[in-house]
């Protein structure tokens, strides 16, 4: 598997501003994936991200809301838009090795609370 | 959406006790995947499966994979206080592009 690190691990926002979370690789991946865990929930796919091209998101997330950046093969960086209270979750990062049978690995999360 | 049913939500046990989860979905997946989340930080993998029927063990986890491919079970034996925390199932269709679906979560209090 490979190493993510997110950052920040966490912070405290206040409403009507943004907050960009990054993730770096210590190795080449295809794909990212960024996931939102509200409190006490499962997580939630927000958006695969590809390197060069636009991410693709689930629905019920918007690319105002959430825009995205994949500039390379081993880094990302998701926004969190114009934050309200809603938006008090943990985001986190994932990515896997390209190929079949290969697991997802994890950064450590970014727990987000806006007041 | 595809969707994993996860279950029990959560558990109280004592130590020593031996821990059995499971998930099933509507849906066949070709990996299924147990992680473990502790608070403040992100899942790490504690089993992987990619065969139906196949059945894998890690220390004091064993985890199977179901034969239909719609479901998969995480048994720990003489659980021990570190193993608080929760549990993740997740499935998978297809290759390192898809991403996992993950059941909600299974919430395991140990009491010493």
């Known amino acids: 598997s490979a190493v993510i690190s997110q950052k920040p691990s966490r912070d405290i926002c206040q409403r009507g501003t943004s907050l960009t979370i990054q993730c770096q690789v210590d190795s080449q991946v295809t794909m990212m994936f960024w996931y939102r865990q509200q409190p006490g929930q499962s997580l939630t796919l927000i958006a695969t991200a590809n390197q060069g091209s636009e991410a693709t998101y689930e629905s019920g997330f918007v690319i105002d809301k959430f825009p995205i950046s994949r500039p390379n093969l081993t880094f990302s960086t998701l926004t969190v838009s114009n934050m309200s209270p809603e938006d008090s979750s943990i985001y986190l990062c994932s990515s896997r090795i390209a190929g079949w049978n290969t697991e997802a690995f994890f950064g450590q999360g970014t727990r987000l609370t806006v007041v | 959406g595809q969707q994993l049913n996860q279950s029990p939500q959560s558990m109280f046990i004592q130590e020593g006790e031996d821990v059995s989860m499971n998930c099933t979905s509507s849906?066949?997946?070709?990996?299924w995947l147990w992680y473990k989340q502790d608070p403040g930080e992100g899942p790490v993998l504690l089993i992987a499966l990619y065969k139906a029927g196949e059945l894998t063990s890690n220390g004091r986890l064993t985890a199977q994979f179901g034969i239909t491919r719609k479901d998969s079970f995480l048994n720990i034996s003489a659980s021990i206080p570190s193993d608080v925390g929760i549990y993740f199932c997740a499935g998978q269709l297809g290759s390192g592009n898809t991403p996992l679906v993950f059941g909600k979560g299974t919430r395991l209090s140990v009491i010493a």
């Open positions: 849906s066949i997946f070709n990996t």
